[in-house]
Structures are given as structure tokens and as C-alpha cells.
């Protein structure tokens, strides 16, 4: 069925270093992809997203780059503050005509940035 | 952005009660709802896809007798877990999809003593 795997689980950073959390996803079929940050006991918050359209899309600290060949997406994160602590989660979904919404997750990655 | 609300926030019942959530697009029309359970230190798990109008669908491994989800209007859906148990406590989440990208309700947390 459908999958999206993870990795790393924690990452652990110096403030103003960059970090990076990587998803593949299996079905092929996958053309929206986005990131959300989830605080303690709160919703998850979209940070980012992209479309199989587009290779990299960059919002100010934040850059997410897809390879739809090889099936993976990753979030890059720079200058990290300590602000930025928090799970971070990588989903995928289907678009265009067989567009249902249903977000499939990754596992979720636990930043935490060290000041 | 949009805005999505759920009600309660927090709940603590007995093991066999009833117990329901509404999840509510404040701004938009939501044609399709979806209903997550996050365990803690865990991913959220979709549990099922409502659609107004029609029955809701279920994600493999959900019990469909249990977790009764209506979605009555293009504004609301409740998901009333039946007979709760101690293991169905959890944080449970809804969003509704109207245009992408999907918006997450503010979640429920559901304690069952």
C-alpha cells in the first residue's frame, strides 16, 4: 500500500546550522507533497509544500526539493534558531483526477536546536 | 488561511461511554474531512475520508462500528467514538480539504479512565 518512510527520527543541531530531513514515498502516482511542523500538543502547521511540477520551491529559511524518479523529497532548513525545535512531518498525496486530499505521513523527525 | 475548529479540546469519560467530536471549517466549504489519531511520540494515522453527503471511508484496521463519523454539511463532521476504551485514548485530529492544502483542526484529546 501506500508508504511514506522518514529519516532521521531526531536531529540535533547547533543554532545557525542547517538541517536536513529526508521522505521517500512509494506510490508513483504522488504529485503533492508537503511539510508541516507540529509543537507540542498543537495541529501540525504547513511550512512548505511542492508539486510534482516543480523540482525546489524556497521560502525564505526553508527549501523543499523533490525527485520524482527516485521517489524522495526533502526538507532544508538554514540558519537554524532554536524556534525552528519541534517534529517535523513529510506527507504525500495524489493529485489531478484521482485527487482524494488523503495525506499519507511520514514518521516524523524530531528537531531540536541547540543555542 | 483557513481556519479549522474542533470541539472539545479535551475530554475525560469513563470506559463505555460515548464520546463526540465536531470538526467545523469556520471560513470555507469543505466537501471532504478526514479524521486522524496521533498516539504520542507517533505519526498521525488517517483513520477515515468523510464526505458530506455519503458514508465515510475507513482506513484499513479502523472499525467502522466504532469510530461513527457524519458529515452532515460542507462546514461540519463528528466522529462519536462508541464504547471508548482505555485504548482509544489519543490525540485525535481532523482537516477538512476544500482547496490544497488541507487544514488541521486544533485536535482533541481524548482520555478514557
Known amino acids: 500500500g501506500e508508504n511514506v518512510e522518514q529519516h532521521p527520527s531526531t536531529l540535533s543541531v547547533q543554532e545557525g546550522d542547517s538541517a536536513v530531513i529526508k521522505c521517500t514515498y512509494s506510490d508513483s502516482a504522488s504529485n503533492y507533497f508537503p511539510w508541516y511542523k507540529q509543537e507540542l500538543g498543537k495541529r501540525p502547521q504547513l511550512i512548505i509544500d511542492?508539486?510534482?511540477?516543480?523540482g525546489e520551491k524556497k521560502d525564505q529559511r526553508i527549501a523543499v526539493t523533490l525527485n520524482k524518479t527516485a521517489k524522495h523529497f526533502s526538507l532544508h532548513i538554514t540558519e537554524t534558531q532554536p524556534e525552528d525545535s519541534a517534529v517535523y512531518f513529510c506527507?504525500?498525496?495524489?493529485?489531478?483526477?484521482?485527487?482524494?486530499?488523503?495525506?499519507?505521513f511520514g514518521q516524523g523527525t524530531t528537531l531540536q536546536v541547540k543555542p | 488561511g483557513a481556519v479549522v475548529s474542533q470541539h472539545p479540546s479535551r475530554v475525560i469519560c469513563k470506559s463505555g461511554t460515548s464520546v463526540k467530536i465536531e470538526c467545523r471549517s469556520l471560513?470555507?466549504?469543505?466537501?471532504?474531512m478526514f479524521w486522524y489519531r496521533q498516539f504520542p511520540k507517533q505519526s498521525l494515522m488517517l483513520m477515515a475520508t468523510s464526505n458530506e453527503g455519503s458514508k465515510a471511508t475507513y482506513e484499513q484496521g479502523v472499525e467502522k462500528d466504532k469510530f461513527l463519523i457524519n458529515h452532515a454539511s460542507l462546514t461540519l463532521s463528528t466522529l462519536t467514538v462508541t464504547s471508548a476504551h482505555p485504548e482509544d485514548s489519543s490525540f485525535y485530529i481532523c482537516s477538512a480539504f476544500g482547496p490544497v492544502p488541507q487544514y488541521f483542526g486544533p485536535g482533541t484529546r481524548l482520555l478514557v479512565l
Open positions: 506527507a504525500a498525496s495524489k493529485g489531478g483526477s484521482s485527487n482524494t486530499g488523503k495525506l499519507i
Open positions: 511542492i508539486r510534482s511540477n516543480v
Open positions: 471560513d470555507f466549504q469543505a466537501t471532504t
